[in-house]
């Protein structure tokens, strides 16, 4: 599996070697494996099909290609959601409609809903409720730390930076 394919033409040489090694490393694949090798391009469909037209040579190694849409506002809230209880903390109620509302507006200026969109939010969320917790003027509620409430949540995602990408690898689906 090779993630954040839409990228390559952002690439030096607008990602040329990567092309070729990729067609090469396809091609010494098959020679092992046959019919029985799968390689998932996951990135954002567009780029990733201008990617394939720009080398019809590893274009061919992808004899069949599927699509899949992207995750819907309410997909992306449940995948918070999940993430959330993954990480043992709970939205409440005001907290899911804010955030259902967030993860809408966001995905808004995609093609397909992203689940990193949803890593994104969770990653604010947890960060601004620690703040909050700390910064409390009231004493310490060991309960507090389980709950993501309505206030920890961003009014927006802000854009990511595009130097900071790789500098936190963080969960992705």
């Known amino acids: 599996m090779i993630t954040g394919v839409h990228a390559w033409h952002d ?6 070697h990567i092309l070729r090694c990729l067609y090469q490393v396809l091609t010494e694949a098959r020679t092992f494996h046959g019919d029985e090798l799968a390689v998932i391009l996951a990135g954002q469909d567009g780029p990733l099909r201008a ?3 720009a080398s019809p040579a590893l274009a061919a190694r992808f004899p069949v290609i599927i699509s899949f849409p992207g995750y819907t506002p309410a997909q992306l809230t449940a ?4 993430l959330a209880a993954e990480a043992g903390l709970t939205l409440t109620p005001d907290a899911a409609r804010k955030a259902a ?3 809408a507006d966001a995905e808004n200026g995609h093609a397909t809903g992203n689940a990193r969109l949803a890593v994104r939010l969770l990653t604010q969320a947890t960060t601004n409720q620690a703040q909050r917790i700390t910064t409390s003027p009231q004493p310490f509620d060991p309960a507090a730390l389980g709950a993501i409430c309505a206030a920890d949540i961003p009014e927006h995602l802000p854009l990511p930076d595009p130097s900071a990408r790789d500098q936190h690898p963080g969960q992705y689906l």
């Open 11 to 16: 690439l030096p040489d607008h990602g040329q």
């Open 51 to 53: 990617m394939l037209h």
């Open 79 to 82: 995948i918070l959601q999940t």
């Open 101 to 103: 509302a967030v993860l």
